[in-house]
């Protein structure tokens, strides 16, 4: 009775111990999580296991770009950090498993095979910013020197020459180089005497009255020796 009792708990154990380790064999279990620290940064940690033992592939995908593509066997754990923690991040986390499709996990299919049976695990997350941004100082434009206004000179008024009559006024004659052949005979003064100052018509009057009074003479010299 004891050699039953004995083989049947030996026999309850053993099978006991296969199911234990049938179901972590049989399990996926992904896990990513994202944090954003004030003083660290932001960072995501990934967490796998319970995979096959080899040849399977993990893919994050931060803020829309492929960051880390990494083949791993029965697990496999890293923390990708150093992100901004002044900005927000979304990322997608994709298994694909090398023992069958069943297995794959990603955005759309979520379905994750842990040790406690079939559970949906988030593929996608957000990292809310936890640390306020500085704002750049704004540059101070540098003083453009100001150019003098350009002012066009007024135009100054030139003073209307009115028409003349050209019958009533006589041009102006043009002065000449050369001296005339013949100038223009002046009106003759009477030459003044050096002595006497007497004019030429005193002086022919003179004259007259001198060759008068010699014919008066000679008339008298005559009529004397006539007589």
């Known amino acids: 009775m004891k050699k039953l009792l004995a083989g049947g708990a030996l026999a309850a154990l053993t099978l006991g111990g296969i199911v234990a380790g049938a179901a972590p064999a049989s399990a996926h279990t ?23 033992p080899e040849n399977n592939q993990f893919t994050l995908v931060v803020d829309g770009e492929t960051v880390v593509v990494e083949t791993f066997g029965k697990s496999l754990s890293d923390t990708l950090a150093g992100l901004d923690p002044t900005v927000e991040h979304t990322w997608e ?3 694909v498993a090398s023992d069958g ?14 040790p406690n049976g079939t559970e949906k695990v988030p593929a996608t997350g957000t990292i809310e910013a936890c640390v306020e941004a500085t704002p750049e100082p704004t540059p101070t434009p540098e003083p453009t020197p ?21 019958a009533s006024v006589p041009p102006a004659p043009m002065p ?3 001296p005339s052949a ?14 006497t100052g007497a004019t030429v018509g005193g ?12 014919v008066a003479l000679v008339w008298a010299r005559k009529r004397m020796q006539n007589a």
Do not use: K, M
């Open 30 to 52: 992904p896990a990513v999580s994202g944090v954003c620290d004030a003083e660290a940064g932001s960072s995501i940690t990934y967490n796998l296991s319970y995979y096959a």
């Open 93 to 95: 986390a994709s298994v």
């Open 101 to 114: 499709e069943q297995f794959n996990w990603g955005p759309g299919n979520e379905d994750a095979r842990t």
């Open 146 to 166: 100001s150019e003098p206004p350009v002012t066009e000179p007024e135009p100054s008024e030139e003073p209307t020459v009115e028409p003349t009559d050209e």
């Open 176 to 178: 000449s180089d050369e």
């Open 182 to 195: 013949s100038p223009s005979p002046a009106a003759e003064e009477p030459p003044v005497l050096a002595a």
């Open 203 to 214: 002086a022919i009057a003179f004259a007259a009255l001198l060759a008068a009074g010699g």
